[in-house]
């Protein structure tokens, strides 16, 4: 029986928009099999939501922290998300 999903949202906070960020989390979303979406929020933060098993959460947390070459990460807030689930995939949805 495989590991128990969890669902976690997150919020990134830094120089986030207009470097590949979202770009960077679908790879990483296709790379490690996680499910869910990120999109850009109009406050300049990036928000993801993603489910997966508890190990491939905090690898994608590693990522999001780094982030890709160009962005800057200064803050990374992260909560368990007990009513939405995901969509099977992962998307990258428009700006909200």
Known sequence: MGAERKVRRYRVRGRVQGVGFRAFVWRAAMDLG????????LDGSVEVLAAAPEPVLRRLEDRLRSGPRWARVDLLQVE?????????GFAVLPDA
Do not use: F
């Open 34 to 41: 996680i499910s869910g979406w990120a999109r850009n929020r």
């Open 80 to 88: 368990e998300e007990l009513h939405e689930q995901p969509p099977a």
